[in-house]
């Protein structure tokens, strides 16, 4: 088994109408909130700001699959924002499996008590959070990146 890659993160929660950024220390300890980005034409070009004022290791982009484990419509929308990511970002980028992140993100906002209107802007980012903590750890858990790699047109 091989260690956890030592190494800040970014976690990216691909939505219709914002994505959540989250990142974490180098040693993988805590995912903190980083920004919502409005999904308009700079997405991307502000998600590689955030690249590279972080330093980011990694890109983990969510992978919003159902609970099937089968793709949908937002599957598809997130294989495409992670590929426009991989061809750009000049890192890696890593699709990983989010399923629940948002349910978790709403439900641990409704227990700090923030209504679901005043926490719309914030639950990406809770969702990023959920995301990407949960990379982190299944990695320190297996020795294995969590997810797999999304590959960059240059290779």
């Given at each position: ?5 030592r ?102 906002l ?24 949960h ?21």
């Amino acid at each position: 088994m091989s260690e956890f890659r030592r190494g800040v993160r970014l976690g990216i929660d691909v939505g219709r109408a914002r994505v959540g950024v989250a990142r974490c220390d180098p040693d993988g300890m805590l995912a903190v909130p980083v920004e919502t980005v409005p999904r308009t034409e700079e997405a991307i070009a502000r998600i590689l700001e955030l690249a590279r004022e972080h330093e980011p290791m990694e890109l983990v982009v969510g992978l919003p699959l159902n609970l099937r484990g089968e793709d949908t419509a937002s599957t598809a929308d997130a294989r495409a924002f992670a590929g426009e990511l991989a061809a750009r970002a000049g890192r890696p980028v890593r699709l990983v499996d989010e399923r629940l992140s948002t349910v978790t993100a709403h439900a641990a906002l409704r227990q700090s008590g923030r209504s679901q209107k005043r926490s719309r802007s914030m639950v990406d980012q809770v969702a990023a959070v959920v995301l990407l903590q949960h990379a982190v750890d299944s990695e320190k858990r297996t020795g294995i990146p969590a997810g797999e790699p999304v590959p960059s047109i240059q290779e």
